[in-house]
């Protein structure tokens, strides 16, 4: 199964500083197994620089005084055109959910919240979740913790975030149909939601996504540009004014893009998990998008040693998300 594809558009100069501060490693650890033929002797010691840098932002599980996270990374030529190529894509396979009444939890979430009594098996060769990055010679990868020199390049190290996070929970899995993408117990039950599509909100019915019909499900995720998709999270909503957080909806599905997993560009700035990034630009988690990871469970940084400042720069989208890649132009405000 995909969880998200980034893709590549049309490059644009953009001139960005970014001031790079971390708290102290807080006892959650990723590591990573890379495979296949990296584009440059800097990119696997960026990969793992990026995910050592992501654990900062999150912190043991109570009660536990350490976590631990595995990942399986994988270069491979997944091709290269001028109108638009994939640069990262992770997946799960079968066995990648765990099930709790009725819900679907990711496993390195449920490793995480319920500890020894999770039913997750992490035996030999078990890994938390798999990244897939383009190696072809033509994509120009910067490999840096911060703003890519050459403002045509793109910051692996945020890609390498994203698609993490998505790996993490940050991810709906809602057909386009308005079905849920899996079943409980490993595919032998019946389709339930992912604790993620538990907090997501349908402001057309005025009720909980899961308790829309399929046609309505199907129709908040095309609401358009004014999204009604939202995310109802206590803690998203403190760190978002106390207002709910509108969710990418386009008017045409884009497949693990549009199912509730990205924030819509109505909300203003620029974020990590947003359904496309631009080149040029290195980009961490926002306090919002950590308020979100909180509200799945996740224990996080509180207290991020930069606060989160922003700039306004005009840019055109690089990397956009889904199944299909699109160039748009856009104005954004960009977190230093």
């Given at each position: 199964?995909?969880?998200a ?46 995910l ?6 999150f ?17 491979a ?17 079968s ?41 072809n ?36 899995f ?12 490993g ?19 005025n009720?909980?996504?899961t ?13 358009g ?11 998203a909503?403190a760190?978002?004014?106390?207002n ?24 203003g ?5 947003y359904?496309s ?8 988690p ?9 509200d ?12 989160e ?28």
């Open positions: 199964m995909r969880l594809k980034l893709f590549l558009a049309v490059p644009v100069a953009l001139g960005l500083s970014t001031a790079l501060v971390r708290p102290a490693s807080a006892q959650v650890s990723i590591s990573a197994n890379i495979t296949g033929t990296a584009p440059s002797a800097s990119a696997n010691q960026d990969v793992m620089d990026a050592n840098f992501l654990a900062t932002d912190a043991p599980n109570t009660g536990s005084s350490a976590f631990h996270m595995t990942a399986s990374i994988q270069w030529d997944l091709g290269f055109s001028s109108g638009g190529y994939t640069l990262g894509d992770s997946s799960a396979g066995s990648f959910y765990q099930t709790h009444n009725n819900t679907l939890y990711i496993n390195p979430l449920d490793r995480y919240l319920f500890g020894a009594a999770s039913t997750v098996n992490p035996g030999a060769g078990y890994t938390d979740f798999t990244i897939e990055l383009n190696n010679s033509q994509v120009p990868w910067d490999y840096t913790l911060g703003a890519p020199s050459n403002f045509n390049n793109i910051s692996l190290a945020s890609v390498m975030y994203h698609e993490s996070i998505h790996s993490m929970g940050f991810a709906a809602n057909d386009s149909d308005g079905n849920y993408s899996f079943s409980t117990n595919g032998a039950g019946s389709l339930a939601p992912t604790l993620w599509t538990t907090h997501l909100f349908d402001a057309t019915t009720q909980a996504f308790a829309d019909t399929l046609a309505q499900r199907q129709a908040v995720m095309v609401s540009s004014n999204s009604k998709l939202l995310f109802t999270g206590t803690d909503q760190a978002n004014g106390g709910r957080v509108a969710m990418y909806a386009p008017t045409t599905f884009e497949t693990s893009s549009s199912d509730g997993s990205h924030i819509a560009f109505s909300q700035g620029a974020g990590l998990l359904p990034i631009s080149n040029g630009v290195y980009l961490t926002t306090k919002l998008e950590l308020a979100m990871m909180q799945i469970g996740w224990r996080t940084i509180n207290s991020p040693a930069v606060p400042a922003s700039t306004t720069a005009s840019f055109g989208l690089l990397l956009a998300l889904g199944l299909g890649g699109f160039a748009v132009a856009r104005r954004r405000h960009v977190k230093a």
